[in-house]
């Protein structure tokens, strides 16, 4: 049993050395002028450290072939959106754990709110539909937990879900839940598919219908349906949910162009779909919107930060929470000194919720380190986002944080005891 852990742990080792380092560079030296490795690391605050057993526990578990179900949620803005920076740390966990084929976990049709989708998965639908983004219209509208809805009153609709290989990763799922509004509306939903049977029920409560399918597929086909007796409220869709009945880890980035605290704030359905998704670990990736304005307040952000973990630690207290600091940026041109107050706030308020922070705007660099990963040719010309490389690297850099976490853990613990 030593020789087998000491194996998988080495295994889990070189996996995260090579993820950090053999990631394409314009030369070894550019990265060591501007990162600091040194800080690339989880620092606990409170009870994090403990929290963080138990998901420790469960990747140990599923290292050692006891299957274990891992669902991680990651929330975030246009950094998280895109979904580059986190399916390269879906990639990286699923590679280390062994599994080739994977669900994708939740999801939103962004290409029918006339936004940027995810490039590992395709909608095709008909039909006439509304958008409503919690970044515009504000509280005129229900959201889901990633700030945005979709909306239609046809009486027939249909929109089709078609998953891509991406970053070398098939996704597969036999389990669907989709997220409306169930409790008001009339609307009905059905998968259509020759080639398998499913059984389906209902949670009104939380707002979702979920669909178990006999086998794995990269695609369905899903018939939205006005009942007989429909009323005039029309069919909203907060987002869907691509899982697996049986095992592994479910990685779900949920994140929006624009997108504050506020913007999750204002999700009627966060809490319902908070807890039909399960975490076991939250990462909260936000605090670039709020300051690039010179309206910034460090007061409210503050008050709007604490608002949020106070929700998220009523409805899991004793899960892990992870708080990432946002990156450099500039804004009109300059250096945005807003940046290092939002770094300080989440700093502060880590303690009083047992937060775990990866302080990625130190990690890469500090103040004006933007500048460099714009030279290098890893950011974009507005200074504030990343190009794919960049966000590559980003999520090598948090996947090898966490995986250091990982192996101290094993280092001081007994897992197969807890």
Known sequence: MILRIHIKVRRFFLAAFCSLFMVPLVSSQNIYDYIDLSENHIRYYGNAELKFHSLFNLFYKQVNNQREKINIVHIGDSHIQADVFTGQVRKKIKGFLGEEISPRGFIFPFTIAKSNNPSDFR?????????????????????????????????LTRIKIKLNEMLGLEHRFDRLKIFYNLDRSDYEVYPIHEKFYYSSRRDAFLNYVVFDLSRPVDSVDLIFMKGRNASEVPLEIYG?????????VQYNAVGYNGATIETFLLGRQLIPNLIALNPDLIVTSLGTNSGLYNTFSAKSFGRDYRQLLEILRDLFPDIPIMATTP???????????NMPRIREVILNLAGDYDLAVW???????????MLNWLKTGYAKADKIHFNSRGYLMQGDLFYSALLNAYMDYLKTNSPEKN
């Open 240 to 248: 869907f949910s691509l899982e697996s009945q049986r095992h592994g």
């Open 359 to 369: 302080d990625f705007y130190k990690i890469m660099g500090g103040q004006g380190s």
């Open 123 to 155: 909608i095709i639908y008909s039909g006439n539909w509304d958008a409503c983004y919690a970044t515009i219209n504000r509280s005129d509208c229900n959201y889901g937990l990633s700030g945005v809805s979709i909306s239609t009153r046809d009486s």
């Open 327 to 337: 990156n450099d940026n500039h804004y009109d041109d300059k250096i945005n000194k």
